[in-house]
Nanobody, 119 residues
Framework: QVQLVESGGGLVQPGGSLRLSCAASGSIFSRYTMGWFRQAPGKQRELVASFISGGRTNYADSVKGRFTISRDYAKNTVYLQMNSLKPEDTAVYSC?????????????WGQGTQVTVSP
């Protein structure tokens, strides 16, 4: 079982910064694809940032240049550094661990953390 614990959300003014953390239950980075998703009220869940094959990163167009995903292998933690925050970034942010095999597909989610960007 994979457990993900998120933290770091909160209220911030436009232009401010937050760093979200996702602590995983063990060393899973070599076996699972890690990413951050968000869902705003009335909108579909969207992929914000993720690690893909070879350790490369992928970002939604709306956050490119402002958000950075990173990971600390020693701490088994994935981070999302969010800079130059905008009101439209307001959403519940969730950490995801994904693994696909021939026989099954696995998805694990954190509890979600609220990010609110408001004057």
């Amino acid at each position: 079982q994979v457990q993900l614990v998120e933290s770091g959300g909160g209220l911030v003014q436009p232009g401010g910064s937050l760093r979200l953390s996702c602590a995983a239950s063990g060393s899973i980075f070599s076996r699972y694809t890690m990413g951050w998703f968000r869902q705003a009220p009335g909108k579909q869940r969207e992929l914000v940032a993720s690690f893909i094959s070879g350790g490369r990163t992928n970002y939604a167009d709306s956050v490119k240049g402002r958000f950075t995903i990173s990971r600390d292998y020693a701490k088994n933690t994935v981070y999302l550094q969010m800079n130059s925050l905008k009101p439209e970034d307001t959403a519940v942010y969730s950490c995801n661990a994904h693994r696909s095999t021939v026989v099954a597909e696995y998805d694990y989610w954190g509890q979600g953390t609220q990010v609110t960007v408001s004057p």
